[in-house]
C-alpha cells in the first residue's frame, strides 16, 4: 500500500476534511476515513460492506470485471492446470511458490496431522445421523479447541503454525466422517500414501469390506475443486474468520464460524442448492418457466449457480471447472444423465437471454462444482462441506495475515441507528 499523497475533500457544514488515498498493486484507488470520526463527528453507511476495504492484504486479488483471480500474484488458471492443491496452500500461506524440499516438507507436515483425536469419533456419534454434515462440521471444527489445547494460544507463532497445519489435515478427515455418519457406515481412516485429494476420496468412498482404487481423473478433478476454492479475499466468510479472530478468539472457534457463515445458500450453500434447483426444474422442457420466474421482480426465485457479488464477467474458476466437469462426466459415462443435461440446457439459456446478459449474471464456480460432485457420486448435503474444507486454508492464511499485522485490532462497525431514542420505562400494568 502506498500514500499517493492524493487526497479527496470531505465539505460538511462549512468545513473541509482532507482524506487520504491509498493506491494499491492492483484495483481501485482506497480512500482513508480512519480519522473521519475522531475529526469530524461521522460516521460512514455502507450495508454489505459493497465499497468498503476492511483491511489490506497481500494474499488475493480479484478483478471482477476482468474476471481475474490472482493468488500472490499467479492466475488462478494458471495454478489449477499447472499445480496442485497443497501447493497452492503453501502459496496462499508462505506468501512464495515452495523449492521442492520445502514442499515435501509441508506435505509431509500435513499429511502427519490426518488423523483426529480417537475421543473426537465419540463426540460425532452425538449428532443425529440424518444431522446436515455442514452441522456436524461446525460442532466438531469448534469443537477441536477442546481436543488440541497445545495449539489455542494465539500470541505464539508456533501454537498459530501448528493449528494452521492440523486445521488443513483435518478437515477433509472430519467431513469424511460426517458424510459416513450420515449414512451410517463406518468411518475410514486417512491414508498417507495417498495424495490429500485421493485420499479425501478414500475416506468417503472406501468401505473396510472391500479394495476401493481411486481414479486419478477423479483425484485430479477432486484436487481441482479444491484448488479453486482455496481463496477469494475478503468474501463473507472470510470476514467473518476475520471479525471472530479479532477479539482474539481461538483459530478453531474462529474457522468454526467461518464454517457457519459459507453455508448460506447466498454463499457456499449455493452448490447445494444449485443441484437441488436442478433436480426441481426436473427436465428441459421446464426450463423457460424457471427462467421466467428468475426475471420476475415479484418472485424471490433467483438462478442458483449464477451471479456474483464481484465477478461482473466470468467467473475464472467457473472456466476451469468447466472443463473438468466435461472430462469427469465424460470419464463416467453419465453425459446422458437427465439432471446434467438439464444443467447444460440451462447455462445455454441463461447465457443467450437478455436479462442474465444486461445484469452480467454468469455461471460461477458453484454451478460446475455441483454438477462434477454429484456426478462422482457426493450427495448434495456434502457439497458445502467440501467448499469448507477446501476454504480452510484461505480462511486460515487471512487469518494468519491478521494475527501477525500490527494494526490488527478488534473489528467494530458502527450503525445508522434509526430505533427510538431515550424514554422513561413503564411498569407493566400501565402499558
Ligand atoms: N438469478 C436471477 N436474478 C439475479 C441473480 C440470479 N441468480 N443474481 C442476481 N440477480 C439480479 C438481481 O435480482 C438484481 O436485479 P435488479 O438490479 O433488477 O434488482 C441484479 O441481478 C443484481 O443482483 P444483486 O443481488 O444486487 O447482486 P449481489 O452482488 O448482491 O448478489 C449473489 C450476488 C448473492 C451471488 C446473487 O447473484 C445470487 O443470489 N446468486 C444466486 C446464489 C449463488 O449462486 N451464490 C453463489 C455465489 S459464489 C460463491 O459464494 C462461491
Known amino acids: 500500500m502506498t500514500d499517493t499523497q492524493k487526497t479527496a475533500t470531505l465539505s460538511l457544514d462549512g468545513k473541509s476534511y482532507e482524506l487520504p488515498i491509498f493506491s494499491p498493486t492492483a484495483g481501485p484507488d482506497v480512500l482513508d476515513i480512519r480519522k473521519l470520526y475522531a475529526q469530524a463527528g461521522v460516521f460512514t453507511y455502507d450495508p454489505g460492506f459493497t465499497s468498503t476495504a476492511s483491511c489490506d492484504s497481500t494474499i488475493t486479488f480479484i478483478d471482477g470485471g476482468k474476471g481475474e483471480l490472482l493468488h500472490r500474484g499467479y492466475p488462478i488458471d494458471q495454478l489449477a492446470s499447472q ?138 478433478a477432486m484436487d481441482r475443486i479444491f484448488t479453486l476454492h482455496a481463496d477469494h479475499e475478503q468474501n463473507a466468510s472470510t470476514s467473518t474468520v476475520r471479525l471472530a479472530s479479532s477479539s482474539g478468539a481461538n483459530p478453531f472457534a474462529a474457522i468454526a464460524a467461518g464454517i457457519a457463515c459459507l453455508w448460506g445458500p447466498a454463499h457456499g450453500g449455493a452448490n447445494q442448492a444449485c443441484l437441488e434447483m436442478l433436480k426441481e426444474i426436473g427436465s428441459v422442457d421446464r426450463i423457460p418457466e424457471f427462467i421466467a420466474r428468475a426475471k420476475d421482480k415479484e418472485d424471490p426465485f433467483r438462478l442458483m449457480g449464477f451471479g456474483h457479488r464481484v465477478y461482473k464477467n466470468t467467473d475464472p474458476r467457473a472456466t476451469v471447472l468447466k472443463q473438468s466437469a466435461d472430462e469427469v462426466l465424460e470419464l463416467l459415462g453419465v453425459e446422458d444423465n437427465p439432471l446434467l443435461q438439464v444443467a447444460k440446457e440451462l447455462e445455454r439459456t441463461a447465457l443467450n437471454d437478455p436479462y442474465f446478459k444486461e445484469k452480467k449474471l454468469f455461471p460461477n464456480v458453484d ?6 460432485l454429484e456426478a462422482m457420486g457426493f450427495p448434495t448435503s456434502m457439497f ?48
Not at 477442546?146 to 501454537?159: C, E, K, L, N, V
Not at 492464511?397 to 494494526?407: C, G, H, N, T, V
Open 384 to 431: 458445502t462441506p467440501i467448499f469448507a474444507l477446501s476454504r480452510t486454508v484461505g480462511w486460515i492464511s487471512q487469518w494468519k495475515e491478521m494475527i501477525a499485522d500490527p494494526q490488527n485490532k478488534i473489528g467494530r462497525p458502527r450503525q445508522l441507528y434509526l430505533g427510538e431514542t431515550a424514554r422513561d420505562y413503564s411498569d407493566i400494568e400501565n402499558r
Open 83 to 220: 499445480s496442485h492443491y497443497l501447493e497452492v496452500c503453501y502459496l496462499l500461506l508462505y506468501g512464495e511458490l515452495p523449492s521442492a524440499t520445502q514442499l515435501e516438507d509441508f506435505e509431509n507436515r500435513v499429511t502427519r496431522h490426518t488423523m483426529v483425536h480417537e475421543q473426537m469419533h465419540n463426540f460425532f456419534r452425538g449428532f443425529r445421523r440424518d444431522a446436515h454434515p455442514m452441522a456436524t462440521l461446525v460442532g466438531v471444527v469448534g469443537a477441536m479447541s477442546a481436543f488440541y489445547h497445545d495449539s489455542t494460544d494465539i500470541s505464539d507463532p508456533w501454537q498459530r503454525e501448528v493449528a494452521s497445519v492440523r486445521l488443513i489435515a483435518k478437515l477433509p478427515t472430519i467431513a469424511a466422517m460426517a458424510y459416513k455418519y450420515s449414512i451410517g457406515q463406518p468411518f475410514v481412516y486417512p491414508r498417507n500414501d495417498l495424495d490429500y485429494a485421493a485420499n479425501f476420496l478414500h475416506m468417503c468412498f472406501s468401505v473396510p469390506a472391500e479394495e476401493y482404487q481411486v481414479d486419478p481423473i477423479l483425484s485430479r
Open 367 to 372: 454451478f460446475y462444482s455441483g454438477i462434477i
